[in-house]
């Protein structure tokens, strides 16, 4: 291996440490807790080391935000992938996207409510976030209807589930009633 593979290397540990720290830490305290100085001590280089990664906390956030969804993708890709026909699917899908935002606040937090620099629906979108989209249309555009775009009845289905994991977490719906709220929602699809 040569000096420049190992550097190499030894730069993206050192970046994956970051966001690996920056995670844990807004999990168990918030995102407010996550500053570049705490970040430094947490993970034992100076600030300036950080600052050679990302920029500022903008750019850790994203970096969260895009780990976050690759976990999302391949969680929804991997509840999906034995339900066998598409009920059962759209089903999983929504129970795993919405046990991934329970289990998850923080990240959920840096993927979908904060600014982490990140562009949705763009072409210069990042691919985690388009596999992501993708995790949910392959399993939505063979239930969306005759006659409807399939990613714009995805992005609609998208966006229950997001309400419904945002009001719950914020208190607004009792949590007990989750399974009902997926029978709902998942009831009133078309039949295929």
Do not use: C
């Not at 305290?29 to 903008?58: C, M, N």
């Not at 997001?162 to 208190?171: E, I, K, Q, S, V």
């Amino acid at each position: 291996m040569s000096v420049q593979e190992r550097k190499q290397r030894e730069r993206a540990e050192r970046e994956r440490l970051i966001v690996t720290t920056a995670r844990e830490l807004a999990e168990q305290q918030g995102w407010d807790a996550v500053t570049t100085r705490r970040l430094a001590e947490r993970i034992e280089y100076s600030q300036p080391v950080l600052y050679s990664h990302f920029r500022g906390k903008r750019e850790i956030i994203g970096a969260v935000a895009l780990q976050g969804a690759a976990e999302l993708a391949a969680a929804l890709r991997t509840a999906t992938r034995t339900a066998h026909d598409p009920h059962t699917r759209v089903t999983a899908l929504a129970r795993t996207y919405l046990d991934f935002a329970e289990r998850n606040p923080a990240v959920y937090d840096a993927m979908f409510q904060l600014d982490g620099g990140l562009a949705f629906a763009h072409q210069d979108t990042p691919q985690p976030l388009k596999d992501a989209f993708a995790a949910l249309l392959e399993n939505l555009d063979e239930v969306a209807g005759n006659g409807v775009h399939p990613g714009l009845f995805t992005e609609v289905f998208w966006a229950a589930l997001h309400g419904l994991a945002t009001l719950t977490r914020a208190g607004r719906l009792p949590p007990a009633d989750t399974e009902q709220r997926i029978a709902l929602l998942t009831s009133r699809l078309p039949a295929t």
